[in-house]
């Protein structure tokens, strides 16, 4: 009878390439950000990022009156390149034990670490947005719509607006509100569980609550081809994609497995995102 080696059933490339796999299917916010590794193997850890700056809203002009022009403004801001991680030891009896699966429950959970880091990070770039718009109430069609228009569109873009679970509810008895049940084709993007003005809403518990407000993010997925430049709201700098490690410490008999990755998270475009503020609830603005 052949003897069951640990090293045999822990394969750390094989454990990368599955981590990775689940990684991909666990985040909410970061699968709207373009994916950027152009640091791969290349020397240093801080990086100059562009960014647009919002140009202001819109101006109300008389008939016949000439609207003055303002300048795309493009600044830079550092970024500097992160190490997430995250490690789980196993010791013998568990992986031999032959309850549950341990070493599949530990690919699930190193995943769903380092997912829920880059999709936090992701969220927190998206709330340094400089434009803004606070609703009087909660989140409604007529609140959405306001935000929308400080993109000062002309032409109607796909977006995405990322709202709490808390806030569901009050969506969906908005008249204005289409359940992604109800659609006749598959629905558009990661998370989405309906539309309201024309805009995708994804749930996440990432959306912070401030006193009594919430901070929703609408993020515009794509550019106005004749007026705007196609530089995404977000970007992820990838120095290093997963990587997994194991150390076997043979006097414990036990074996350290560990994930890591090196990248960042910024907001790239700041004119392609909103962040649209709602009270909690509605006795929140009668009580104020």
């Given at each position: 009878?052949?003897?069951?080696?640990?090293?045999?059933?822990?394969?750390p490339?094989v454990?990368?390439?599955?981590?990775?796999?689940?990684?991909?299917?666990?985040?909410?916010?970061?699968?709207?950000a373009?994916?950027?590794?152009?640091?791969?193997?290349?020397?240093?850890d801080?990086?100059?990022?562009?960014?647009?700056s919002?140009?202001?809203?819109a101006?109300?002009?008389?008939?016949?009156v000439?609207?003055?022009?303002?300048?795309?403004?493009?600044?830079?801001?550092e970024?500097?390149?992160?190490?997430?991680?995250?490690?789980?030891?196993?010791?013998?009896?568990?992986?031999?034990?032959g309850?549950?699966?341990?070493?599949?429950?530990?690919?699930?959970?190193?995943?769903?670490?380092?997912?829920?880091?880059?999709?936090?990070?992701?969220?927190?770039?998206?709330q340094?947005?400089?434009?803004?718009?606070?609703?009087?109430?909660?989140?409604?069609?007529?609140?959405?719509?306001?935000?929308i228009?400080?993109?000062?569109e002309?032409t109607?873009?796909?977006?995405?607006?990322?709202v709490?679970?808390?806030?569901?509810?009050?969506?969906?008895?908005?008249?204005?509100?289409?359940?992604?049940?109800?659609?006749?084709g598959?629905?558009?993007?990661?998370?989405?569980?309906?539309?309201?003005?024309?805009?995708?809403?994804?749930?996440?518990?990432k959306?912070?609550?401030?006193?009594?407000?919430?901070?929703?993010?609408?993020?515009?997925?794509d550019?106005?081809?004749?007026?705007?430049?196609?530089?995404?709201a977000?970007?992820?700098?990838?120095?290093?994609?997963?990587n997994?490690e194991?150390?076997?410490?043979?006097?414990k008999?036990v074996?350290?497995?560990?994930?890591?990755?090196?990248?960042t998270?910024?907001?790239?475009?700041?004119?392609?995102?909103?962040?649209?503020?709602f009270?909690e609830?509605?006795?929140?603005?009668?009580n104020?």
């Amino acid at each position: 009878m052949a003897l069951t080696q640990i090293s045999n059933m822990v394969n750390p490339k094989v454990m990368a390439d599955m981590i990775s796999a689940k990684i991909e299917k666990k985040i909410v916010v970061a699968p709207f950000a373009k994916v950027d590794d152009s640091l791969v193997g290349v020397a240093g850890d801080t990086i100059v990022v562009p960014r647009y700056s919002y140009i202001g809203d819109a101006d109300d002009v008389a008939e016949g009156v000439e609207v003055g022009t303002t300048k795309l403004i493009t600044t830079t801001t550092e970024a500097t390149v992160k190490k997430a991680m995250k490690a789980v030891e196993l010791s013998d009896e568990a992986v031999l034990s032959g309850y549950g699966n341990p070493i599949g429950e530990t690919n699930n959970q190193l995943a769903a670490a380092i997912a829920a880091k880059v999709d936090n990070d992701a969220m927190d770039a998206l709330q340094t947005s400089s434009v803004t718009y606070t609703a009087d109430g909660i989140i409604s069609y007529d609140g959405i719509i306001d935000a929308i228009d400080k993109f000062g569109e002309e032409t109607n873009c796909r977006k995405v607006i990322f709202v709490h679970p808390n806030q569901l509810t009050q969506l969906r008895h908005d008249p204005d509100f289409i359940s992604s049940e109800k659609y006749t084709g598959d629905v558009a993007v990661t998370g989405e569980i309906g539309m309201i003005a024309n805009t995708r809403v994804v749930p996440s518990k990432k959306v912070p609550l401030k006193d009594g407000v919430y901070s929703c993010p609408i993020v515009k997925l794509d550019e106005d081809a004749d007026s705007e430049d196609e530089t995404p709201a977000l970007t992820i700098y990838l120095k290093r994609d997963t990587n997994v490690e194991t150390e076997r410490q043979t006097l414990k008999r036990v074996t350290d497995i560990s994930v890591d990755k090196f990248y960042t998270v910024v907001l790239s475009n700041e004119s392609k995102v909103v962040l649209a503020k709602f009270d909690e609830n509605a006795a929140s603005a009668a009580n104020a």
